[in-house]
Structures are given as C-alpha cells and as structure tokens.
C-alpha cells in the first residue's frame, strides 16, 4: 500500500517541521518564564566533571535553543521534501523525520534544563551539576 505524495509530504512536515517547533516553543517559554529568577550572567558550559566553567547572558541560551532547536531540524526538512514531493519512499524519510524532532526535544530538554536548575542561585559560579539534566 503507497500513500499519495501530498498525504506523505503532510505527515513527514508534521514530525519533521511542526513537532519540532512545537518542542522549541515550549523550550523556550519555560525559559522565558525562568528567566527573572535566573543571575546574570547564567552558566553556559559545564566541563566534564559536571561543573559550570562558561558564562554569558542569559538570552544565549534561548537564542541557540531556537537557532538549533529549529534551524538543524528544519534543515533536514527542507533536504527530503522534494523527493517526498516528486514521489520518493523509503525507510530513511522516517528516519529524517524522527532525526528532526529527537534533535529538537534532545536540545529543548538540555537547554531548558540548563536554565531551570539555575533559578534562585545568587551567582553562575554556583550552578549545580548538569549531569541530572543529561540523565533525564
């Protein structure tokens, strides 16, 4: 059984297009709404034992969940729609498509969770490990 080109095209931009932007939005709300509690500057990068050892402003954090949450997902999109469009099937379609939105709720969780476990901390330096946040 084939589906139709335009039934194909409308459910690989639904995972691949529209749930990583549905992902990304949420990201970035629950960033945003951490954002008064968060120091300034927040921690950015955490070294390999899991300590804060990078700082910036806190807005980096939601420019790259954007920049990354939806552009690398989105980019991969727009290089299979054509050959979705012109009738092309197989296996790897859906595995760009679950690429595209696993890529956007990995960096959506990670960059969140970076965010939130820093509400109510006086200063970055004092930033918990980001090794829970990499478990969950």
Do not use: C, K, N
Not at 32 to 52: F, I, Q, Y
């Amino acid at each position: 059984m084939t589906t139709s080109p335009r039934r194909a095209v409308s459910r690989f931009v639904a995972v691949a297009v529209i749930a990583p932007a549905a992902i990304t939005a949420v990201a970035m709300g629950l960033q945003l709404a951490a954002a008064p509690s968060l120091p300034d500057p927040v921690a950015l990068h955490w070294g390999a034992a899991g300590t804060a050892d990078g700082w910036g402003p806190a807005w980096i954090t939601l420019l790259m969940t954007v920049a990354v949450g939806l552009g690398v997902p989105w980019l991969m999109a727009a290089t299979a729609v054509m050959g979705l469009r012109r009738g092309d099937r197989g296996p790897v379609y859906r595995l760009l498509a679950a690429l595209a939105v696993a890529t956007s709720a990995f960096l959506g969780t990670l960059s969140t969770g970076s965010v939130l476990i820093q509400r109510g901390i006086a200063a970055a330096e004092d930033a918990p490990s980001i090794l829970p946040v990499l478990v969950l």
